[in-house]
């Protein structure tokens, strides 16, 4: 397994700003995904984290709403850019443990509230 | 903190008897399967996995079986504890992607 540590764990944002989740690994990874889950929701996939490149985004998920990075294996961020109270969500960080068994790790997840 | 699966199935047990969750998948291709634990506040937590050259698998206290012809995964969950009590989620992927897509969860509610 692996621990996953997500920055900030939640948030109050005002419409219209933007900000900067964290996710670090204590072990090198081989995948990172980025999640988001609503309100009583499943989780959704909103992009995988590719290392020293573009993230590839999912259906309905643009790069300039939700920029991301991954500058090494085991750091990658996320933006939530111009937000919106409909982005008010969990959103978390998944990983793949170089190694491991396949197996998807995810972290606590970040609360944002959006007002 | 805030809940998870608000609006979610629920399955309500006794504790000490077994549980049965159902997920009903949509990808006739997907070759992985998981079970995730979703405790409320808190990021999912793996529980059990199977790939699609199996049908049963079984860990400390669960058995994951797959039905492959119907599309249906279950999970067992034998002699349920309280801390059982959590939203539980399977998920599929495909053509060894790790992209899971999730199924909509179903809250299991152990009652002492």
């Known amino acids: 397994s692996a621990v996953i540590s997500q920055k900030p764990s939640r948030d109050i944002c005002q419409r219209g700003t933007s900000l900067t989740i964290q996710c670090q690994v204590d072990?090198?990874?081989?995948?990172m995904f980025w999640y988001r889950q609503q309100p009583g929701q499943s989780l959704t996939l909103i992009a995988t984290a590719n290392q020293g490149s573009e993230a590839t985004y999912e259906s309905g998920f643009v790069i300039d709403k939700f920029p991301i990075s991954r500058p090494n294996l085991t750091f990658s961020t996320l933006t939530v850019s111009n937000m919106s109270p409909e982005d008010s969500s969990i959103y978390l960080c998944?990983?793949?443990?170089?190694?491991?068994?396949?197996?998807?790790?995810f972290g606590e997840g970040s609360r944002l509230t959006v007002l | 903190g805030e809940s998870v699966g608000l609006h979610l199935p629920t399955l309500s047990v006794q504790e000490g008897d077994n549980s049965i969750i159902n997920c009903a998948y949509s990808n006739s291709a997907s070759d992985y399967f998981i079970w995730y634990k979703q405790e409320s506040g808190k990021g999912p937590q793996f529980i059990i996995d199977i790939r699609s050259n199996m049908d049963k698998r079984q860990g400390q206290r669960v058995t994951v079986l797959l039905n492959k012809t119907v599309k249906h995964l279950s999970l067992q969950i034998a002699a349920t504890q309280p801390g059982d009590s959590a939203v539980y989620f399977c998920a599929e992927a495909w053509d060894s992607s790790y992209k899971l897509i999730f199924g909509s969860g179903t809250r299991l509610l152990v009652r002492p």
């Open positions: 998944s990983v793949e443990v170089a190694g491991g068994g396949g197996e998807l790790f």
């Open positions: 072990s090198q990874v081989t995948m």
